[in-house]
């Protein structure tokens, strides 16, 4: 049970779709476009029924089987929006907005969720529903738990849910997956430092904010280091360190300092917390300062169901020859949310030798379309067989 055929046929027709989508990308929840180049295709296509709004600008199509015997339904979601990043790829479909590009593959992501759903509004080979869902603002916004808010889950009677990511690095067209925590949860921080401001040849007349924020800045390196059980895993990163002064001869009054903490567990992700904000109180205070902490929830952990990561394993196995063990992988992924309400699993499709995602350089290769959309059509058809 190889790639299928017909994707082979569909190949040039949805890498149009694909590069369509590339230039003109759009941001978070403003995927207007996007989302009605999906429901046109999803009505053209002959979906029972075509569903705009869900989650602000999500799109749920939905395809009936020849048959309807055990009441299955299958939900197969991809991501439909853009990074605010200049594109440097030099490509004659490059973005023509400047500062967004699809630079994490989420044009593919759609385009390969499109041709899978063209195929089975054909064939139509399954018994129960398959439910094609077109997620906006992955990238930080929350688009999958407000798609679920919007009662994704209870209107459709969804059952099972299936995602999927390209992976640069990973040769083209295969596979690569783990059960359990995959995707790690993402929270983020700012820590705002007040002292005295004075006169930088009179440091003993100032609290000196920019000493104290640096000390901070050491002291959190220790939650990992010296709090996390070193077989745990957890990164915290300060990626934003700014004072209120840009003069040579100036103590700032204020620094403000951002940065993001990962974790692949929820007792450490509880403890990171915990430590950030008393590390960064009690160090300021050390020095005579204020330390004000605002953490943010982001993203919880991803979590991959036993029983469907098999499932999908095998799928793939059958699709393209193998399926790796993936790694644990710190970046976020909202599709977290979606297997909190219904056991599914999330799979890697190879994307070849190409820059990483998030980066000016990166691109989709559309040889990889045919794997990833026959992946999604033998999700459907060998998790619901014909009667």
Known sequence: ???KNRFAELLPEITVWRRDLHENPELLFDTHRTAGVVADKLR???CDEVVTGIGRTGVVGVIHGKTNT???VIGLRADM???????????????KTPGKMHACGHDGHTAMLLGAAKYLAETR??????VVIFQPAEEGGGGG?????DGLMDRWNITEVYGMHNWPGQPVGSFAIRPGAFFAATDQFEIAVEGVGGHAAKPHETIDTTVVASHIVLALQTIASRNVDPTMQVVVSVTSFETESKAFNVIPQHVQIKGTVRTMDKAVRELAEKRLIKIAEATADAFGAVARVTYMHGYPVMVNHEEQTEFAADVARKVSGGCADAPLVMGGEDFAYMLEERPGA?????????AMVHHPKYNFDDNAIPAGCSWWAEIVEQRMPAA
């Open 44 to 46: 053209e296509f002959g």
């Open 125 to 130: 080979n399954f018994d129960g529903t398959c």
């Open 346 to 354: 999330y799979i890697l499709v190879g994307n070849g030798d190409t």
């Open 145 to 149: 738990r407000e798609m679920c808010e």
């Open 70 to 72: 055990g009441g299955k």
């Open 1 to 3: 049970m190889p790639v």
């Open 81 to 95: 929006d853009a990074l605010p990043i200049f594109e440097a790829t030099g490509l004659d479909y490059a973005s």
